[in-house]
């Protein structure tokens, strides 16, 4: 079965930088797009982007165009989100997701 | 602003039917396939229909989803406390080459 295993939680400071693991496992690594999407505290949920980890090529919502990178690395089946230039309102869990099946989530928190 | 719309509360009693909506246009559930997510407190959403229609396996057969033009509609019978939970919806955006979700909906089991 599908399973996304994300790294832990992070405590940063403004105008830091995170960069969240998910590593995959129970299917084709190359074969789907891997999304991530995150939901700041008691909201909904937002899409930040994709990552084609076969060509490595991505696509990130208008939002978060110049502040999230998508990489991967096909040897051990993971790929990173990073974003930089953090700011309070980035205090978010944030979720891979491929074809419906979404890691555990990893919380950032960013505070002075 | 969510581009699906969805009404952010719903509400039921034991063993009754609801529905929640979720409304679209031709660039995402006219044209892609809907998925719909059950989200309890402090966890990952789950996939309750993915491909429009379909059910992964441990999902009971009291959840359907139907689909018309650029609305869809999840649909709860036999209604349990346990299905307590916000619930999104999500498609695909051909104008955005990218994922959309709706608001959410908190349902209710009075």
């Known amino acids: 079965q599908v399973q996304l295993v994300q790294s832990g939680a992070a405590v940063k400071k403004p105008g830091a930088s995170v960069k969240v693991s998910c590593k995959a496992s129970?299917?084709?690594?190359?074969?789907?797009?891997m999304h991530w999407v995150r939901q700041a505290p008691g909201q909904g949920l937002e899409w930040m982007g994709w990552?084609?980890?076969?060509?490595?090529?991505?696509n990130y919502a208008q939002k978060f165009q110049g502040r999230v990178t998508m990489t991967r690395d096909t040897s051990i089946s993971t790929v990173y989100m990073e974003v930089s230039s953090l700011r309070s309102d980035d205090t978010a869990v944030y979720y891979c997701?491929?074809?419906?099946?979404w890691g555990q989530g990893t919380l950032v928190i960013v505070s002075s | 602003q969510s581009v699906l719309t969805q009404p952010p509360s719903a509400s039921g009693t034991p063993g009754q039917r609801v529905t929640i909506s979720c409304s679209g246009s031709?660039?995402?559930?006219?044209?892609?396939?809907v998925y719909w997510y059950q989200q309890l407190p402090g966890t990952a959403p789950k996939v309750l229909i993915y491909?429009?229609?379909q059910r992964p396996s441990g999902v009971p057969d009291r959840f359907s989803n139907s689909k018309s033009g650029t609305s869809t509609s999840l649909a709860i019978s036999g209604l349990r406390s346990e299905d307590e939970a916000d619930y999104y919806c999500?498609?695909?955006?051909?104008?955005?080459?990218?994922?959309?979700f709706g608001g959410g909906t908190k349902l209710t089991v009075l």
């Open positions: 997701m491929v074809e419906g099946n």
């Open positions: 129970g299917y084709t690594f190359t074969g789907y797009y």
């Open positions: 990552i084609n980890p076969k060509s490595g090529g991505t």
């Open positions: 031709n660039s995402n559930i006219g044209s892609n396939y």
């Open positions: 491909r429009n229609n």
């Open positions: 999500e498609a695909w955006d051909d104008s955005l080459s990218g994922l959309i």
